[in-house]
């Protein structure tokens, strides 16, 4: 998939998620809406019942046609001009009201009609039962005057739990897909990237084999002539290069195989003991020939008692020889290695510190996925495919060792391997 329809796949589905959340969102609002308009329906028609009761007990017929007032959002007037006994409305109100659907709170108060005067108020629970409403005896009945009542509901109307399930199920499912959506794009993003390096890394491939196979093209066209017969000198050297050129092709071939391996849990780890230092200074033997080269200083600080390692011998070795190789290659100093071996809390840990050119934080998981080299532009002085170290950290991995790294941009880096035991 290239970039462009990568940013049309990215863009779409960003659109029509965000769609569907807004389309959720109206359809929410348009719920709650709904609920609201039935419960106000359900509460004028309550109060007009109520209303018409006292009017009918009071004068033998109803009076007042359409008495009920929203008068807030909340609250409602029931304008009836009539003496009331309390006891009556008290018992209609909450025997009207104890049904599932008017669930809330609420407080209804009693005005002096002439003076506009509250003379009565009484908050009612939404926990009140049908069984237990009763007529009460206690309460005055307001005769001085005429009267009417008002009602106020401060809480949302309870939403119907169904809806509250439909809701719920539909802001699930929408989660699930955008975490799902989320997911698909890192994989995209991700093989893109991989192709990317995959390309980067068979470029670099092709161009580091043509090297030595020119060179081996020159030297067996040398060897080709009959008269080179004459001269084993010169026959012995070209054999030599083409030898040398064949170790190196090998070794990259290798390199890459064993990758392949390690990549498909193939790897049999053929653990032998050894001394870790004893390997070290094998290592450091043939390293400091190529540190000589370029006038480099390595020290070697193992002066810790250190103990066996049960390792897979030869790959230890190569993420040893990997490390080094590094700390020499990224250095645009004069070089200045130190080995350290040692034992901590956890275990056995080997370090290798230089004073090169150091890694930016944000790349210090990055340097350990395959083909992933830092960013230098477009100019890579310091050849090189990005495997070495995601070989050191499969090789980590199949031994369960740690890996740690502490760089600092132009200053240096320490890569450490922390062997648990
Ligand atoms: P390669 O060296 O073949 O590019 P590696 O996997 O060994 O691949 O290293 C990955 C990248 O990490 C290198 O390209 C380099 O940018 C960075 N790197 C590795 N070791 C060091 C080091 N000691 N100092 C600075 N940068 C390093």
Same mark, same amino acid.
């Given at each position: 998939?290239?970039?462009?329809?990568?940013?049309?796949?990215i863009?779409?589905?960003? =659109?029509?998620?965000v769609?569907?959340?807004?389309?959720?969102v109206?359809?929410?609002? #348009?719920?709650?809406?709904?609920?609201?308009?039935?419960?106000?329906?359900?509460?004028?028609?309550?109060?007009?019942?109520?209303?018409?009761?006292?009017?009918?007990?009071?004068?033998?017929?109803?009076?007042?046609?359409?008495?009920?007032?929203?008068?807030?959002?909340?609250?409602?007037?029931?304008?009836?001009?009539?003496?009331?006994?309390?006891?009556?409305?008290?018992?209609?109100? @909450?025997?009207?009201?104890?049904?599932?659907?008017? #669930?809330?709170?609420? %407080?209804?108060?009693?005005y002096?009609?002439? /003076?506009?005067?509250?003379?009565?108020?009484?908050?009612?629970s939404?926990?009140?039962?049908?069984?237990?409403?009763?007529?009460?005896t206690?309460?005055?009945?307001?005769?001085?005057?005429?009267?009417y009542?008002?009602?106020?509901?401060?809480?949302?109307p =309870?939403?119907?739990?169904?809806?509250?399930?439909?809701?719920?199920?539909?802001?699930?499912?929408?989660?699930?897909v955008i975490?799902?959506?989320?997911?698909?794009?890192?994989? =995209?993003?991700?093989?893109?990237?991989?192709?990317?390096?995959?390309?980067?890394?068979?470029?670099?491939?092709?161009?580091?084999? @043509?090297?030595?196979?020119?060179?081996?093209?020159?030297?067996?066209?040398?060897?080709?002539?009959?008269?080179?017969?004459?001269?084993?000198?010169?026959?012995?050297?070209?054999?030599?290069?083409?030898?040398?050129?064949?170790?190196?092709?090998?070794?990259?071939?290798? @390199?890459?195989?064993?990758?392949?391996?390690?990549?498909?849990?193939?790897?049999?780890?053929?653990?032998?003991?050894?001394?870790?230092?004893?390997?070290v200074?094998?290592?450091?033997?043939?390293?400091?020939?190529?540190?000589?080269?370029?006038?480099?200083?390595?020290?070697?600080?193992?002066?810790?008692?250190?103990?066996? %390692?049960?390792?897979?011998? %030869?790959?230890?070795?190569?993420?040893?020889?990997?490390?080094?190789?590094?700390?020499?290659?990224?250095?645009?100093?004069?070089?200045?290695?130190?080995?350290t071996?040692?034992?901590?809390?956890?275990?056995?840990?080997?370090?290798i510190?230089?004073?090169?050119?150091?890694?930016?934080?944000e790349? /210090?998981?990055?340097?350990?996925?395959?083909?992933?080299?830092?960013?230098?532009g477009?100019?890579?002085?310091? #050849?090189?495919?990005?495997?070495?170290?995601n070989?050191?950290?499969?090789?980590?991995?199949?031994?369960?060792?740690?890996?740690?790294?502490?760089?600092?941009?132009?200053?240096?880096? =320490?890569?450490?391997?922390?062997?648990?035991?």
């Amino acid at each position: 998939m290239n970039l462009k329809t990568i940013r049309w796949v990215i863009a779409l589905g960003i =659109i029509a998620i965000v769609t569907i959340i807004l389309s959720q969102v109206f359809w929410i609002r #348009k719920g709650l809406l709904i609920n609201q308009s039935n419960f106000e329906t359900a509460v004028t028609v309550t109060l007009e019942q109520i209303a018409a009761k006292i009017e009918t007990s009071n004068h033998g017929q109803k009076i007042t046609n359409k008495p009920v007032v929203r008068i807030s959002p909340h609250a409602y007037m029931v304008n009836i001009d009539e003496i009331i006994d309390l006891n009556q409305l008290d018992y209609y109100i @909450k025997n009207e009201f104890s049904n599932p659907f008017h #669930k809330v709170d609420f %407080v209804y108060q009693v005005y002096e009609s002439t /003076h506009d005067q509250m003379v009565f108020e009484q908050r009612v629970s939404s926990n009140v039962e049908n069984a237990t409403i009763v007529y009460p005896t206690n309460l005055p009945k307001l005769t001085e005057s005429t009267y009417y009542f008002k009602i106020n509901f401060p809480q949302r109307p =309870i939403v119907n739990s169904v809806m509250i399930f439909v809701w719920a199920t539909s802001i699930i499912a929408l989660t699930i897909v955008i975490v799902f959506f989320g997911y698909s794009l890192d994989v =995209i993003l991700r093989q893109k990237r991989l192709s990317e390096f995959q390309n980067s890394f068979i470029n670099n491939l092709a161009h580091e084999f @043509k090297t030595p196979i020119s060179t081996i093209g020159i030297a067996a066209e040398v060897l080709i002539e009959p008269e080179i017969i004459d001269e084993p000198e010169r026959l012995r050297s070209y054999a030599g290069i083409i030898k040398n050129e064949n170790t190196r092709l090998t070794g990259q071939v290798s @390199k890459i195989l064993e990758l392949a391996k390690l990549e498909n849990d193939e790897l049999v780890l053929n653990k032998e003991k050894f001394q870790l230092n004893e390997l070290v200074s094998e290592i450091v033997t043939s390293f400091e020939v190529r540190l000589a080269e370029s006038g480099g200083k390595l020290i070697v600080d193992s002066s810790a008692i250190v103990d066996t %390692v049960d390792a897979y011998k %030869v790959h230890m070795q190569n993420v040893i020889n990997t490390l080094l190789d590094n700390a020499l290659k990224y250095n645009d100093k004069t070089p200045e290695i130190t080995i350290t071996t040692g034992r901590d809390d956890i275990g056995l840990f080997i370090s290798i510190a230089d004073n090169g050119i150091g890694i930016p934080k944000e790349f /210090h998981r990055k340097i350990f996925e395959k083909f992933f080299r830092v960013p230098t532009g477009n100019i890579h002085n310091v #050849k090189g495919y990005g495997l070495g170290l995601n070989y050191v950290k499969m090789i980590a991995k199949a031994h369960h060792w740690r890996l740690r790294l502490d760089s600092v941009l132009n200053k240096g880096s =320490i890569f450490t391997i922390i062997i648990p035991q």
